[in-house]
Protein backbone atom coordinates (compact mmCIF):
# COMPACT_ATOMS: atom_id res chain seq x y z
CA UNK A 1 0.00 0.00 0.00
CA UNK A 2 0.93 3.32 -0.63
CA UNK A 3 2.74 4.97 2.58
CA UNK A 4 0.25 7.98 2.88
CA UNK A 5 -2.59 5.58 2.75
CA UNK A 6 -1.49 2.88 5.04
CA UNK A 7 -4.16 3.77 7.94
CA UNK A 8 -3.64 4.07 11.77
CA UNK A 9 -6.63 2.68 13.94
CA UNK A 10 -7.40 5.57 16.79
CA UNK A 11 -10.09 3.26 18.83
CA UNK A 12 -13.36 2.82 16.21
CA UNK A 13 -11.39 5.49 14.23
CA UNK A 14 -9.34 4.43 11.12
CA UNK A 15 -7.15 7.63 9.52
CA UNK A 16 -4.37 7.63 6.65
CA UNK A 17 -1.33 8.51 7.40
CA UNK A 18 -1.61 11.43 4.92
CA UNK A 19 -4.65 12.72 6.76
CA UNK A 20 -2.95 12.49 9.99
CA UNK A 21 0.01 14.62 8.26
CA UNK A 22 -2.63 17.07 6.55
CA UNK A 23 -3.82 17.18 10.30
CA UNK A 24 -0.44 18.19 11.74
CA UNK A 25 -0.11 20.54 9.39
CA UNK A 26 -3.25 22.53 9.68
CA UNK A 27 -2.87 22.22 13.37
CA UNK A 28 1.11 23.92 12.45
CA UNK A 29 -0.53 26.62 10.32
CA UNK A 30 -3.48 27.62 12.97
CA UNK A 31 -0.77 28.14 15.95
CA UNK A 32 1.88 30.00 13.48
CA UNK A 33 -1.13 32.21 11.60
CA UNK A 34 -1.99 32.81 15.69
CA UNK A 35 1.08 33.82 16.77
CA UNK A 36 1.74 36.34 13.85
CA UNK A 37 -1.83 37.82 13.91
CA UNK A 38 -1.22 38.99 17.47
CA UNK A 39 0.76 41.64 16.44
CA UNK A 40 -1.60 43.13 14.07
CA UNK A 41 -4.77 42.10 15.95
CA UNK A 42 -6.59 40.47 13.18
CA UNK A 43 -7.91 36.57 13.49
CA UNK A 44 -6.88 34.27 10.49
CA UNK A 45 -8.16 30.88 11.80
CA UNK A 46 -11.51 31.64 9.83
CA UNK A 47 -9.70 31.92 7.02
CA UNK A 48 -6.91 29.03 7.09
CA UNK A 49 -10.39 26.81 7.36
CA UNK A 50 -12.09 28.77 4.43
CA UNK A 51 -8.71 27.98 2.97
CA UNK A 52 -9.03 23.73 3.30
CA UNK A 53 -12.45 23.67 2.54
CA UNK A 54 -12.23 25.95 -0.83
CA UNK A 55 -8.98 23.77 -1.58
CA UNK A 56 -11.17 20.42 -0.70
CA UNK A 57 -13.76 21.51 -3.11
CA UNK A 58 -11.60 22.38 -5.83
CA UNK A 59 -9.61 18.88 -6.15
CA UNK A 60 -13.23 17.33 -5.82
CA UNK A 61 -14.69 19.41 -8.75
CA UNK A 62 -11.96 18.71 -10.92
CA UNK A 63 -11.40 14.81 -10.21
CA UNK A 64 -15.41 14.87 -11.06
CA UNK A 65 -14.73 16.82 -14.23
CA UNK A 66 -11.94 14.14 -15.00
CA UNK A 67 -13.99 11.11 -14.55
CA UNK A 68 -17.72 12.57 -15.32
CA UNK A 69 -18.25 9.90 -17.21
CA UNK A 70 -18.31 7.34 -14.43
CA UNK A 71 -20.48 9.47 -12.26
CA UNK A 72 -24.25 8.16 -12.86
CA UNK A 73 -25.94 10.37 -9.82
CA UNK A 74 -25.54 14.13 -8.49
CA UNK A 75 -25.38 11.87 -5.24
CA UNK A 76 -22.25 9.86 -6.32
CA UNK A 77 -20.55 13.75 -7.36
CA UNK A 78 -20.87 14.76 -3.81
CA UNK A 79 -19.67 11.30 -1.95
CA UNK A 80 -16.39 11.81 -1.26
CA UNK A 81 -16.06 9.03 0.28
CA UNK A 82 -14.61 7.31 -2.14
CA UNK A 83 -11.92 9.20 -1.73
CA UNK A 84 -11.65 10.86 -5.33
CA UNK A 85 -9.89 14.06 -5.11
CA UNK A 86 -7.15 15.91 -7.61
CA UNK A 87 -4.29 17.72 -5.80
CA UNK A 88 -3.79 20.36 -8.95
CA UNK A 89 -7.16 21.66 -8.64
CA UNK A 90 -7.06 21.96 -4.82
CA UNK A 91 -3.79 24.42 -5.20
CA UNK A 92 -5.04 26.26 -7.91
CA UNK A 93 -8.28 26.78 -5.80
CA UNK A 94 -6.66 27.52 -2.72
CA UNK A 95 -4.05 29.44 -4.37
CA UNK A 96 -6.82 31.81 -5.95
CA UNK A 97 -8.79 32.06 -2.64
CA UNK A 98 -5.03 33.67 -1.15
CA UNK A 99 -4.98 35.84 -3.65
CA UNK A 100 -8.67 37.23 -3.62
CA UNK A 101 -7.99 37.29 0.45
CA UNK A 102 -4.57 39.00 0.18
CA UNK A 103 -7.04 41.58 -1.83
CA UNK A 104 -9.64 41.96 0.27
CA UNK A 105 -8.33 41.63 3.69
CA UNK A 106 -4.76 43.42 3.27
CA UNK A 107 -4.02 43.19 6.89
CA UNK A 108 -4.09 39.67 7.05
CA UNK A 109 -1.06 38.85 4.47
CA UNK A 110 1.44 38.29 7.27
CA UNK A 111 0.01 36.16 9.20
CA UNK A 112 -1.72 33.90 6.37
CA UNK A 113 1.55 34.22 4.68
CA UNK A 114 3.50 32.97 7.87
CA UNK A 115 0.70 30.15 8.57
CA UNK A 116 0.52 28.72 5.12
CA UNK A 117 4.33 29.01 5.06
CA UNK A 118 4.69 26.73 7.95
CA UNK A 119 1.94 24.56 7.54
CA UNK A 120 3.67 23.72 3.88
CA UNK A 121 6.90 23.02 5.81
CA UNK A 122 5.51 20.88 8.27
CA UNK A 123 4.11 18.72 5.36
CA UNK A 124 6.95 19.16 2.89
CA UNK A 125 9.11 17.49 5.80
CA UNK A 126 6.99 14.94 7.19
CA UNK A 127 5.02 13.71 3.86
CA UNK A 128 7.74 14.50 1.62
CA UNK A 129 10.18 11.65 2.29
CA UNK A 130 7.21 9.20 2.47
CA UNK A 131 6.24 10.09 -1.17
CA UNK A 132 9.84 9.61 -2.21
CA UNK A 133 9.24 6.02 -0.70
CA UNK A 134 6.06 5.80 -2.72
CA UNK A 135 8.17 6.07 -6.16
CA UNK A 136 9.98 3.39 -5.68
CA UNK A 137 9.00 0.22 -7.07
CA UNK A 138 7.87 -2.09 -4.50
CA UNK A 139 6.82 -5.75 -5.36
CA UNK A 140 3.57 -7.33 -4.20
CA UNK A 141 3.61 -8.94 -0.73
CA UNK A 142 4.39 -12.99 -0.39
CA UNK A 143 1.67 -13.99 1.35
CA UNK A 144 0.45 -17.72 1.00
CA UNK A 145 -3.64 -17.73 0.26
CA UNK A 146 -6.07 -20.02 -0.58
CA UNK A 147 -8.90 -20.80 -2.94
CA UNK A 148 -12.53 -21.45 -1.61
CA UNK A 149 -11.75 -25.26 -2.92
CA UNK A 150 -8.27 -24.85 -0.12
CA UNK A 151 -5.60 -24.77 -2.86
CA UNK A 152 -3.02 -22.99 -2.58
CA UNK A 153 -1.50 -19.87 -4.20
CA UNK A 154 -0.03 -16.52 -3.76
CA UNK A 155 -0.60 -13.18 -6.25
CA UNK A 156 2.97 -13.48 -7.84
CA UNK A 157 1.60 -17.16 -9.39
CA UNK A 158 -1.21 -15.39 -10.63
CA UNK A 159 0.49 -12.80 -12.12
CA UNK A 160 2.78 -15.18 -13.60
CA UNK A 161 0.28 -16.87 -14.96
CA UNK A 162 -1.83 -14.40 -16.70
CA UNK A 163 1.04 -11.97 -17.28
CA UNK A 164 -1.79 -8.88 -16.83
CA UNK A 165 -1.80 -6.27 -14.35
CA UNK A 166 -3.92 -7.17 -11.39
CA UNK A 167 -6.36 -5.58 -8.81
CA UNK A 168 -6.37 -6.70 -5.58
CA UNK A 169 -9.17 -5.86 -3.30
CA UNK A 170 -8.87 -7.14 0.59
CA UNK A 171 -12.83 -7.28 1.65
CA UNK A 172 -15.05 -9.15 4.62
CA UNK A 173 -18.37 -9.90 4.50
CA UNK A 174 -19.20 -8.11 7.92
CA UNK A 175 -17.97 -4.86 6.01
CA UNK A 176 -20.53 -2.51 4.92
CA UNK A 177 -18.61 -0.38 2.70
CA UNK A 178 -16.93 -3.68 1.22
CA UNK A 179 -21.10 -4.82 0.29
CA UNK A 180 -21.41 -1.29 -1.19
CA UNK A 181 -18.41 -1.75 -4.01
CA UNK A 182 -19.27 -5.26 -4.87
CA UNK A 183 -21.09 -3.86 -7.44
CA UNK A 184 -18.26 -1.70 -9.10
CA UNK A 185 -15.89 -4.75 -9.09
CA UNK A 186 -18.63 -6.94 -10.63
CA UNK A 187 -19.05 -4.35 -13.53
CA UNK A 188 -15.26 -3.98 -13.83
CA UNK A 189 -14.62 -7.54 -13.96
CA UNK A 190 -16.84 -8.08 -17.32
CA UNK A 191 -15.87 -4.80 -18.76
CA UNK A 192 -11.73 -4.81 -18.16
CA UNK A 193 -10.58 -8.24 -20.17
CA UNK A 194 -7.09 -6.93 -19.90
CA UNK A 195 -6.79 -6.64 -15.98
CA UNK A 196 -7.23 -9.36 -13.49
CA UNK A 197 -9.53 -8.99 -10.31
CA UNK A 198 -8.80 -10.61 -7.10
CA UNK A 199 -10.55 -10.18 -3.67
CA UNK A 200 -8.82 -11.72 -1.02
CA UNK A 201 -11.32 -12.48 2.20
CA UNK A 202 -9.66 -11.17 5.58
CA UNK A 203 -10.33 -13.37 8.64
CA UNK A 204 -13.34 -15.31 7.53
CA UNK A 205 -14.54 -19.07 6.49
CA UNK A 206 -14.92 -20.31 3.56
CA UNK A 207 -18.42 -21.44 4.05
CA UNK A 208 -19.47 -17.99 5.19
CA UNK A 209 -17.54 -16.51 2.12
CA UNK A 210 -19.48 -18.76 -0.27
CA UNK A 211 -22.96 -18.10 1.57
CA UNK A 212 -22.34 -14.45 1.10
CA UNK A 213 -21.37 -14.79 -2.75
CA UNK A 214 -24.36 -16.80 -3.30
CA UNK A 215 -27.27 -14.54 -2.23
CA UNK A 216 -25.12 -11.11 -2.86
CA UNK A 217 -22.36 -11.37 -5.53
CA UNK A 218 -23.33 -14.76 -7.81
CA UNK A 219 -21.14 -13.46 -10.41
CA UNK A 220 -17.42 -12.26 -8.72
CA UNK A 221 -14.44 -14.19 -9.91
CA UNK A 222 -11.10 -15.02 -8.34
CA UNK A 223 -12.54 -15.11 -4.10
CA UNK A 224 -9.27 -16.15 -2.24
CA UNK A 225 -8.99 -16.62 1.45
CA UNK A 226 -6.90 -15.09 3.96
CA UNK A 227 -7.87 -16.49 7.21
CA UNK A 228 -4.88 -14.53 9.78
CA UNK A 229 -5.09 -11.74 7.53
CA UNK A 230 -1.44 -12.21 6.19
CA UNK A 231 -2.54 -9.58 3.73
CA UNK A 232 -3.68 -6.74 5.37
CA UNK A 233 -0.50 -7.33 8.07
CA UNK A 234 2.22 -6.98 5.38
CA UNK A 235 0.23 -4.19 3.61
CA UNK A 236 -0.13 -2.07 6.94
CA UNK A 237 -3.80 -1.94 6.31
CA UNK A 238 -6.11 -1.14 9.33
CA UNK A 239 -9.27 -1.03 7.77
CA UNK A 240 -11.39 -2.71 5.15
CA UNK A 241 -12.01 -2.16 1.94
CA UNK A 242 -8.76 -1.80 0.51
CA UNK A 243 -7.39 -1.71 -3.29
CA UNK A 244 -4.22 -2.47 -4.17
CA UNK A 245 -2.99 -2.19 -7.97
CA UNK A 246 -0.43 -4.13 -9.12
CA UNK A 247 1.15 -3.65 -12.91
CA UNK A 248 2.30 -6.76 -14.88
CA UNK A 249 5.62 -7.57 -13.37
CA UNK A 250 4.27 -7.23 -9.51
CA UNK A 251 4.70 -4.04 -8.66
CA UNK A 252 2.53 -1.34 -7.01
CA UNK A 253 1.37 1.19 -8.39
CA UNK A 254 -1.28 2.88 -6.51
CA UNK A 255 -3.62 2.12 -3.82
CA UNK A 256 -6.84 2.92 -2.73
CA UNK A 257 -8.50 2.58 1.09
CA UNK A 258 -12.18 2.71 1.90
CA UNK A 259 -14.87 2.33 -0.75
CA UNK A 260 -13.99 2.85 -4.13
CA UNK A 261 -16.48 4.47 -6.81
CA UNK A 262 -16.40 3.92 -10.35
CA UNK A 263 -14.78 6.95 -10.54
CA UNK A 264 -12.07 6.06 -8.46
CA UNK A 265 -11.47 2.46 -9.57
CA UNK A 266 -11.07 4.25 -13.10
CA UNK A 267 -8.05 6.38 -11.63
CA UNK A 268 -6.34 3.11 -10.52
CA UNK A 269 -7.18 1.18 -13.42
CA UNK A 270 -5.42 4.38 -15.09
CA UNK A 271 -2.42 3.47 -14.00
CA UNK A 272 -2.56 0.03 -15.11
CA UNK A 273 -2.87 0.61 -18.48
Not at 25 to 33: I, K, R, T, Y
Not at 46 to 55: E, K, P
Not at 136 to 150: C, D
Amino acid sequence: MSVLNQTVALGPLVLSIGQILLVLALAVALVAGGLAARRSGVRVSDSLFSLVLVGLVGARLLFVVHYWESFDSLWGVVDIRDGGFDPLGGVVAGLAYLVWRFWRVPQQRRALTTAVVAGGIVWGVTAGPLLVIDQQSRSAPEVAVSTLEGERTDLLSLIDETGQPVVVNLWATWCPACQQEKPVFEQAQEREDGVKFVFVNQGEDAGRVQGYLEEHAPSLENILMDPHQRWSDATGTRGLPATFFYDEHGQLVDSHTGQVSSASLERGLERLR
